[in-house]
């Protein structure tokens, strides 16, 4: 996957829907096959202002990123051959940079 976004919504989305959001973290882990970071986003405020304050990872409750973190140790337990390495949380900074680059390799592709 090129880029691997979790958007927080208050609401239930149907898996694979499309929402304009805006970064907020990232997560960054490697598994089996290598580097594989997860960016952490909002909706943008036209489409939830619940959110119009939280500008990084860190202004979302902590157990919520307890949570994310936990899930995503876990996600790939029992899958034989599989594993996970949690390797800590970056600010939206890093998941914008991450963004970018994902996005000037699928030019290249």
Known sequence: DP??????????VVPGAVIR?????VLMM?????QDEKILAVPVE???PYYKNVQNYTDMPDIL?????????????LEEGKWVKVDGWQDASVARELIMKAIEA????
């Open 3 to 12: 880029v691997d976004v979790l958007v927080v919504s208050r609401i239930p």
């Open 21 to 25: 959001s805006r970064p907020i973290g």
């Open 30 to 34: 490697h598994d089996e096959a290598g």
């Open 46 to 48: 036209k489409l939830n």
């Open 65 to 77: 990123i307890q949570r994310i973190t936990h899930f995503f140790e876990h996600y790939k337990d």
């Open 106 to 109: 699928g030019k290249r592709a």
